[in-house]
């Protein structure tokens, strides 16, 4: 199992926001190179990076940014109003590893599938739910679809990856949902990364029992809950 240790970027400055609410904003560091270059030193190879302000706007804000992070030697994903291929190819050609597809998956699926034809394993979606449903629009906004089913219906599509984000636990240090990701870990052909709520190394040995691809690690780390390095080293210890 991969460890992502996250940093949400907004303003330039790395935030974590409770429950996907932009007026619960809480500020943990104006470097954002240095806190991911602390990640690596700890032995992280993998760094979950969130544009907040693009997500809100619709448009990359932070792209400058993100590109310093990859360039520190962190295989990194990125999301954040990601809405067009000229997105998609800018941040690769900006040193990212995989590129986060979210709202726009809602809005526009086939574009979805085209995307995931052409650049495979490039490309990952962000499924982000509340009470079960799919938020989009910065998680302002919540849809009818069932969160579990829209990821078999991305697999189908020929999605390698999801990046499925709890937001009724994301930044609330409660722990993750695990049932919710043992029913995900049954999709066949689909790597789920969980994301939202992950606190405790119970929940990290318990995600890595269950097979599950990753775990995206955010406030606990920075709350001081989790050590990096021992969430590394739990990671890799067979159940």
Not at 70 to 80: H, Q, W
Not at 88 to 102: K, T
Not at 126 to 139: E, F, H, P, R
Request: charged share 25%; hydrophobic share 45%.
């Amino acid at each position: 199992m991969i460890i992502l240790p996250a940093i949400d970027l907004r303003g330039g400055r790395v935030v974590r926001l409770t429950k996907g609410d932009y007026d619960r904003e809480k500020v943990y560091n104006d470097d954002p190179v240095a806190v991911a270059r602390d990640f690596f030193a700890c032995g992280a190879r993998w760094l979950h990076a969130v544009d907040l302000d693009g997500a809100r706007e619709g448009a990359p804000r932070n792209a400058a940014l993100i590109e310093d992070l990859a360039a520190l030697g962190l295989n990194t994903e990125v999301g954040g109003g990601i809405r067009d291929e000229a997105a998609i190819c800018a941040y690769l050609e900006r040193g990212a590893a995989r590129v986060i597809l979210g709202t726009v998956a809602v809005r526009d699926f086939a574009f979805v599938e085209r995307m995931a034809a052409k650049y495979g394993e490039q490309i990952a979606v962000g499924v982000d739910a509340k009470d079960g449903l799919v938020a989009v629009s910065g998680w302002e906004e919540v849809t009818k679809l069932s969160g579990v089913e829209f990821c078999r219906r991305l697999r189908d599509a020929g999605v390698h990856t999801v990046i499925y984000t709890d937001i009724g636990r994301d930044g609330c240090l409660a722990g993750a949902n695990l049932p919710l990701y043992h029913e995900l870990c049954s999709i066949d052909a689909l790597n789920v990364i969980a994301s939202g709520g992950v606190s405790f190394e119970g929940d990290i040995a318990a995600l890595r029992d269950m097979r599950i691809h990753g775990a995206i690690i955010g406030k606990a780390l920075y709350e001081g809950r989790l050590d990096l390095r021992r969430c590394l080293a739990l990671a890799e210890v067979e159940a």
